[in-house]
């Protein structure tokens, strides 16, 4: 740990380290008055506990310790004025080396507070779960400023075995799709009608349809009428009817939204009516099943004129979406609803250490409750300090006008409605916000997450075949005629490799889970 510690320019000193070796242990005043006088926290904190923060940094190219220290210090000064009885210590590290140096100092007893997310392969949620690593705040939460930070189903969505374990930044918390269309292409078939499409009927399936006698125009027109960039979209598509509780398991196992029961969803009448429709799709010219198997047809296609129909994940500013595609205008059309499930809310959270007291716990969460609510901490936290990171334009967040060697985002740092909008961003953003996630609704599993340790091997084997047949029939890979032998196919192929024995650990926990709510 000594190498950790020493990358910090204002750091402890070694007597104010021994005196806090465990985590939220009493401050020892001698060791306190023997620390550094130049600023650092500790020096500062007098008689107060301390919260040490690990967070990771995408936005800067190196970490700018001396600012970092100086944010620090802001932010101590303004909990100060908000009465709190702590304060924090700030380690940015960069995301590259974040996961190694986060675990050393969890493993160590050298962090209370750590920013982590579901998609992170080595200090993710599901490690933290796993390792035990993380500490379960369901009884200090319930009243606090944080817990009402945010909606109800915002909470329960992050939850692991109904237990609060994880804290959410307060963000886009919801998922549903949609349907985008470039205009520039759209108007060489004569116009595309997206509020019809949306209208078609009550599934997916009819939106879907919907699309077709557009797509036939643009065959001829437009190199990819339909353009899937290689993903494979039923569990997307279907998410009205199904909740796939498994990322890794695409589409082979969900839960009914109708009966709440879970069911091998390759079997399901709509997965053979999707990949059925993708095969005719295919081969009328409106996929090109070869090009989006082989990876010709990908993301960067969007940055073409090259397709009139695509893809997209609803975020509450959909027009983003525009940006990425390379500032052409585009059109949308809602094919699902928007839900919160067992992954949307965790895309960025917040975890306080197993090995915390029960004091530095209440601790984290007071910090949390202001830091999401409190403008001013806020956006220390984010920008940094203001005149030097980043200038205020019209009320508004201007980083070039700083010299921003301290940076982040707020979907990594606090609830998108206690930070000030930055130039160019709506007005209305927090309005946006608070639509796109009060206006979503829980899957029936929200909240349920799968455990498939004791089915490894199985498991494994599933999601490779996945890759295998799964993929290739939902991008309609083998004809019409032969769609229903294919999943027949995939089915034996899966039953070979163990699915039945995934299935059954599946529905085990989910009753279990089912049985505890």
């Known amino acids: 740990m000594k190498k950790l510690f020493a990358t910090k320019a204002l750091a402890l000193s070694a007597a104010a380290l021994l005196a806090f070796v465990s985590c939220g242990g009493k401050k020892d005043s001698a060791s306190a008055s023997a620390a550094s006088s130049s600023g650092s926290t500790a020096a500062a904190a007098g008689g107060k506990r301390v919260i040490k923060i690990y967070r990771a940094t995408y936005n800067t190219s190196a970490v700018d310790e001396k600012e970092v220290a100086a944010v620090q210090d802001a932010m101590n000064a303004r909990l100060g004025e908000l009465g709190a009885d702590y304060v924090v210590d700030i380690r940015d590290i960069m995301n590259g080396e974040y996961g190694d140096k986060a675990n050393m100092a969890l493993a160590g007893g050298e962090v209370d507070l750590l920013w982590t997310a579901n998609w992170w392969a080595t200090i993710g949620t599901n490690d933290l779960y796993k390792g035990n690593a993380a500490y379960d705040l369901t009884s200090l939460l319930p009243g606090t400023r944080l817990w009402n930070?945010?909606?109800?189903?915002?909470?329960?969505?992050?939850?692991?075995?109904?237990?609060?374990?994880?804290?959410?930044?307060?963000?886009?918390?919801?998922?549903?799709?949609?349907?985008?269309?470039?205009?520039?292409?759209?108007?060489?078939?004569?116009?595309?009608?997206?509020?019809?499409?949306?209208?078609?009927?009550?599934?997916?399936?009819?939106?879907?349809?919907?699309?077709?006698?557009?797509?036939?125009?643009?065959?001829?027109?437009?190199?990819?009428?339909?353009?899937?960039?290689?993903?494979?979209?039923?569990?997307?598509?279907?998410?009205?009817?199904?909740?796939?509780?498994?990322?890794?398991?695409?589409?082979?196992?969900?839960?009914?939204?109708?009966?709440?029961?879970?069911?091998?969803?390759?079997?399901?009448k709509e997965f053979e009516q999707y990949c059925t429709m993708m095969a005719e799709w295919g081969e009328k010219g409106y996929v090109n099943v070869d090009d989006e198997l082989g990876g010709i047809a990908n993301t960067q296609t969007c940055l073409t004129q090259d397709w009139l129909f695509n893809w997209w994940t609803a975020i509450p500013n959909n027009k983003e979406s525009e940006g990425r595609d390379g500032n052409q205008p585009e059109d949308f059309a809602q094919v699902t609803k928007n839900w919160g499930r067992?992954?949307?809310?965790?895309?960025?959270?917040?975890?306080?250490?197993?090995?915390?007291?029960?004091?530095?716990?209440?601790?984290?969460?007071?910090?949390?409750?202001?830091?999401?609510?409190?403008?001013?901490?806020?956006?220390?936290?984010?920008?940094?300090?203001?005149?030097?990171?980043?200038?205020?334009?019209?009320?508004?967040?201007?980083?070039?006008?700083?010299?921003?060697?301290?940076?982040?985002?707020?979907?990594?740092?606090?609830?998108?409605?206690?930070?000030?909008?930055?130039?160019?961003?709506?007005?209305?953003?927090?309005?946006?916000?608070?639509?796109?996630?009060?206006?979503?609704?829980?899957?029936?599993?929200?909240?349920?997450?799968?455990?498939?340790?004791?089915?490894?091997?199985?498991?494994?084997?599933?999601?490779?075949?996945?890759?295998?047949?799964?993929?290739?029939?939902?991008?309609?890979?083998?004809?019409?005629?032969?769609?229903?032998?294919?999943?027949?196919e995939f089915q034996k192929k899966l039953d070979d490799a163990g699915y039945q024995s995934v299935l059954a650990e599946a529905q085990k926990q989910y009753n279990a889970w089912k049985a505890s709510k």
Not at 184 to 205: C, F, H, L, Q, W
Not at 240 to 261: K, P, W
Not at 351 to 377: I, N, R
Request: hydrophobic content about 35%; charged content about 20%.
């Open 342 to 488: 067992s992954t949307t809310t965790l895309g960025s959270c917040f975890a306080v250490s197993k090995k915390c007291s029960e004091q530095t716990a209440k601790d984290c969460v007071d910090f949390l409750g202001y830091l999401f609510t409190d403008t001013k901490l806020a956006n220390l936290y984010t920008y940094g300090i203001e005149g030097k990171d980043y200038v205020i334009t019209n009320g508004l967040v201007d980083r070039t006008g700083g010299t921003a060697t301290y940076s982040h985002s707020p979907w990594e740092s606090t609830s998108v409605k206690a930070v000030t909008l930055e130039v160019n961003e709506p007005s209305n953003k927090v309005e946006m916000y608070d639509d796109f996630n009060n206006n979503a609704s829980g899957t029936v599993a929200s909240g349920f997450r799968f455990d498939h340790s004791s089915v490894d091997a199985a498991y494994s084997a599933c999601v490779n075949l996945f890759e295998e047949y799964g993929k290739s029939l939902e991008l309609g890979a083998f004809g019409s005629k032969n769609v229903k032998a294919k999943i027949a």
């Open 149 to 268: 930070s945010m909606p109800a189903w915002y909470w329960e969505a992050a939850r692991y075995d109904g237990k609060d374990m994880f804290v959410p930044v307060y963000k886009e918390g919801a998922e549903g799709y949609m349907i985008k269309v470039l205009l520039s292409a759209a108007d060489r078939i004569g116009g595309v009608d997206m509020k019809k499409i949306e209208n078609a009927g009550p599934t997916t399936y009819d939106r879907l349809k919907a699309l077709e006698p557009y797509m036939a125009k643009a065959v001829g027109k437009v190199k990819y009428p339909f353009v899937f960039a290689g993903t494979a979209m039923f569990y997307r598509f279907y998410l009205d009817r199904y909740d796939c509780i498994d990322n890794g398991l695409m589409s082979m196992i969900g839960v009914d939204q109708q009966t709440n029961e879970l069911v091998n969803t390759v079997q399901s």
